[in-house]
């Protein structure tokens, strides 16, 4: 199936822009010289909708090609299919044109050897203890970025771009390498509908961004673009949705001394008026999303759930 796209497509410009982070090598959240999984390898997930069209198209644990927004574009608009995933997604990009490369970087690889290091320290430390290889690997990942290694919002990173176009088309793209040092095979909530991006035409569109799991088992994107159809301005349905991971956030491994969930995670959201907002459950000046109107392109600090260090 083929749709014939006008170029003045508002998703071709959003896909168009992700692609230049994407291939940025030194941008370690997305595309060429993000952060691999546990074995050493980037898997990239994104997804993205057309609400005019009501067609979604994605890609999980894509390895090799770092434009993944553009492929999950191809899916959606060459096939009857919302997501493909590991070698068929590759096959079918390779099948379109695109090239597989090698997606690490020196510095990605470097900060993948020092995390193996410090985990196989810690594990040699928790020989004969239940230790979860993962817990600990996360941990690390989190001692690297509290020593200013990784930045912590690259730990996880991704983007997500929304866009309300000239004659109110409504759409939207999510692409990642996921979190960082992830068990292989590990897919996030980024290519996931209603998890890590929703768009519903006439209502308004949302994605995530911050630990995947906890959008996935609420599915939080699809609940705030929902209360947004109800009435809600986009900063309530965001803070609702916040409130509720805050709420199932029970595992004592991702919680703090306070009993508040020790990641983050950041919605950006737009309505079909154009009323954005940028909600975090933990703010500070570096949480800040970007919005384009008319009068140009600014940065905005997100507004924030929670108090408090995570
Ligand atoms: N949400 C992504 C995931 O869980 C990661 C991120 O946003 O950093 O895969």
Redo the contacts with the bound molecule.
């Keep these: 199936m083929t749709d014939a796209a006008s170029p003045r497509d508002p998703l071709d410009a959003l896909v168009d822009g992700v692609t230049i982070v994407e291939l940025d090598p030194d941008e370690t959240?997305v595309g060429r010289g993000s952060l691999p999984n546990a074995d050493g390898v980037v898997q990239l997930?994104a997804c993205c909708m057309d609400g005019p069209r009501r067609r979604a198209g994605g890609v999980a644990a894509l390895e090799g090609i770092a434009a993944a927004a553009r492929v999950a574009l191809r899916v959606l608009r060459d096939t009857p299919h919302h997501l493909l995933a590991g070698q068929g997604a590759q096959d079918f990009a390779i099948a379109r044109g695109f090239t597989v490369g090698e997606l690490m970087t020196p510095k990605s690889r470097g900060l993948w050897i020092e995390w193996r290091r410090r985990l196989d320290v810690r594990l040699a430390a928790a020989a004969g203890r239940p230790a979860d290889r993962f817990e600990i690997g996360y941990s690390v990942g989190r001692e690297m970025s509290r020593e200013g290694l990784i930045d912590a919002n690259?730990?996880?990173?991704?983007i997500n771009c929304n866009a309300v176009g000239p004659r109110g088309e409504i759409c939207g793209v999510t692409t990642?390498?996921?979190?960082a040092w992830?068990m292989p095979g590990?897919?996030?909530?980024?290519p996931i509908l209603g998890a890590?991006l929703y768009v519903r035409q006439d209502v308004g569109a949302a994605g995530?961004?911050?630990?995947?799991?906890s959008?996935l088992y609420n599915l939080s994107s699809f609940a705030i673009v929902d209360a947004i159809r109800r009435g809600a301005h986009p900063k309530d349905a965001g803070m609702a949705a916040l409130r509720q991971i805050v709420d199932d956030t029970i595992h004592p491994a991702l919680i703090n001394a306070r009993g508040e969930p020790n990641f983050n995670v950041?919605f950006c959201i737009v309505n079909a008026a154009g009323e954005s907002a940028g909600v975090a459950l933990y703010g500070g000046d570096a949480v800040r999303y970007a919005v384009c109107t008319e009068h140009g392109a600014e940065l905005r600090v997100c507004d924030a759930l929670l108090t408090g260090a995570m």
């Design positions: 959240s997930d690259h730990l996880w990173g991704t990642t390498s996921g979190l992830k590990r897919v996030g909530d980024s890590g995530a961004t911050g630990r995947g799991e959008t950041k």
